[in-house]
């Protein structure tokens, strides 16, 4: 992190664009904000939108913006997150979500510096900084052909990686105490970590890294009394996003077998647990459904070059 907080400071005071990587909850779009803050666009704006939570047909309208009657339900015109951050900075988070079509005209416009509402003939010159995020690996990104290529080189100017919590070894005890000081600061209260919940802090894995440690503390502040116990609010979590595993079911793994034999037995096992539901599946690996889609077409290929 020291490292990070080092890159952060060299890029802020330029306008380098930057692409921040790292697991969801690791604090990308903190990083980012602390990108504006070490610019000198810091009294300007800055906004911060998920590319994946847009509709693929709003996208547009959201990014530039639209003028009075440019399509149904356009009662007024809109200035769109490039007209409203006009000397600031923009955050772009998620940028692998937008759509393949979008991205090329957001490329455009970090070329030329100019873009239009839709259903406008007057033309805008863009006066943002872009910071882009994602929680993918970029590379696999483009050739999953989720990210343009040439997109990617134009954000990519200053890459930051985000480390994920499991690898901040005594920063996990430094959030969580920051977090519960902030909460007995507003309460006023006195609130503190039992011991046992100290060795959970060390023994969780955290796949929702900063964020899942900070909701963490604050259902645990609520909850508890003087002393505060996570253990089962962690076990509970992980019960509720594995329910095979909550429920007992086991699978037996010899001692010596291969990772991509044990891998398989265990979504095969997760599958016939969900009557097949892959959604379901997908969700109680802690995988993506196109991840297990891929994994599945593998193991048909495996099957198809093992019988010829």
């Not at 490292?3 to 990308?28: C, H, N, Q, W, Y």
């Not at 509402?117 to 805008?124: I, K, L, Q």
């Not at 007992?248 to 991509?260: F, M, P, Q, T």
């Amino acid at each position: 992190m020291l490292e990070v907080f080092r890159l952060i400071d060299r890029v802020g005071p330029t306008e380098a664009g930057v692409l921040l990587t790292g697991e969801s909850g690791s604090g990308k779009e903190l990083a980012a904000q602390s990108i504006h803050d070490r610019s000198a666009r810091c009294a300007g704006p800055f906004i911060a939108i998920n590319c994946g939570a847009i509709p693929a047909g709003l996208i547009e309208a959201e990014l530039f913006g639209y003028e009075k009657g440019s399509f149904t339900g356009a009662i007024r015109a809109h200035a769109g997150v490039f007209e409203r951050a006009q000397g600031g900075t923009l955050l772009l988070d998620e940028i692998t979500e937008m759509p393949p079509d979008m991205q090329t005209r957001l490329l455009r416009v970090l070329e030329t510096r100019k873009f239009y509402r839709v259903g406008a003939t007057t033309e805008f010159l863009s006066d943002v900084r872009v910071i882009a995020s994602t929680n993918r690996c970029p590379i696999q990104a483009v050739r999953n052909g989720q990210l343009r290529e040439d997109l990617l080189y134009r954000l990519a100017v200053f890459p930051i990686e985000l480390p994920p919590l499991r690898n901040r070894g005594n920063d996990i005890d430094l959030l969580a105490e920051h977090f519960l000081g902030e909460l007995n600061a507003r309460s006023p209260t006195q609130k503190r970590l039992s011991a046992l919940s100290r060795m959970t802090l060390k023994q969780h894995t955290w796949p929702g890294n900063v964020r899942e440690l900070k909701n963490c503390i604050e259902r645990a502040f609520i909850l508890g009394d003087q002393t505060l116990e996570l253990a089962p609010l962690i076990q509970n979590a992980a019960a509720a996003k594995n329910p095979a595993a909550a429920e007992g079911e086991r699978l037996d793994i010899r001692v010596g077998s291969r990772i991509y034999d044990m891998e398989r037995s265990l979504i095969e096992a997760t599958l016939d647990y969900f009557k097949g539901n892959k959604r379901r599946a997908a969700d109680a690996l802690g995988c993506s459904l196109k991840t297990l889609y891929n994994k599945l077409n593998g193991y048909s290929q495996s099957q198809e070059c093992a019988s010829s």
